[in-house]
């Protein structure tokens, strides 16, 4: 199993799986040259890909796919109401989407693949769990709280990708205009660094062994602040990483 996120931030989001033999991307953010430039630094070919999963419909997580898709043509897995985004409609024919219109749990070449609602202010949001024979992955990129079906979903994954966007202090000091800190600390905005430690830590009697970190703001978080924060909420049971906005990070 592999599992490394390519880069996450507000400019972009995208993360290799790689398990059981299968190849597959969660998001396709920031642009196609990022996108294939960052595959082939971990040694992996574009064309290699066998879906690509997509969260939501939010530039930042599907803005590579118009030129991406030109080239490469891998199958794109989303949710019917985002797939109504004009770029999506733009980027990928119809018949290379594989739509689903509730929550699934499907096999991907004897992956099993689990889509799950999370709160995020788009049209609809998603997060992903992987389920192999080599371990059990999930993906959560945004999310505003965490919900009882969110808990319910990823329990038991033994790896985790979750959001932690912001510090709370570091927010309020933050460039960001007033409306924008609203909508950040909104039910539907993003997760602080304490409240994805919380979370974390509730997983951790589960079996989560370690996580990656990720959408770090760059106005209202850093790398260090999210790591430490979510460390003393989870304890020393559970490895915790940081992600970078434009270099790769490794989860396992």
């Not at 939010?58 to 030109?70: G, N, R, T």
């Not at 990928?92 to 689903?100: A, E, G, K, L």
């Amino acid at each position: 199993m592999k599992v490394i996120n390519l880069y996450s931030g507000s400019s972009g989001n995208s993360t290799y799986i790689e398990i059981d033999g299968m190849r597959f991307l969660v998001d396709a953010g920031w642009n196609a040259k990022a996108l294939c430039s960052s595959l082939l630094s971990i040694g992996v070919s574009p064309d290699s890909i066998d879906r690509i999963f997509v969260t939501h419909e939010h530039s930042d997580h599907i803005s590579a796919l118009p030129v991406f898709e030109k080239k490469h043509c891998v199958p794109v897995v989303i949710s019917e109401v985002c797939s109504g985004c004009r770029t999506l409609c733009d980027a990928v024919p119809r018949d290379r989407m594989t739509v689903f219109r509730t929550p699934f749990s499907e096999c991907f070449g004897g992956v099993k693949v689990t889509s799950f609602p999370v709160p995020h202010d788009s049209r609809e949001c998603f997060g992903y769990r992987f389920d192999g024979s080599e371990g059990s992955l999930a993906v959560i990129t945004d999310i505003g709280i965490v919900t009882e079906d969110v808990k319910s979903a990823v329990r038991g994954c033994e790896y985790l990708i979750l959001e932690s966007n912001y510090d709370p202090v570091m927010l309020s000091k933050s460039i960001y205009p007033p409306d924008l800190q609203s909508r950040i600390l909104s039910p539907t905005g993003h997760l602080s660094n304490g409240d994805c430690g919380d979370f974390a830590r509730e997983l951790s009697g589960s079996g989560l062994k370690k996580m990656l970190l990720a959408h770090i703001s760059e106005h209202s978080n850093t790398p260090e602040t999210a790591a430490e924060t979510v460390k003393n909420r989870v304890g020393p049971s559970v490895t915790v990483i940081p992600t970078s906005h434009t270099a790769p990070t490794e989860l396992v």
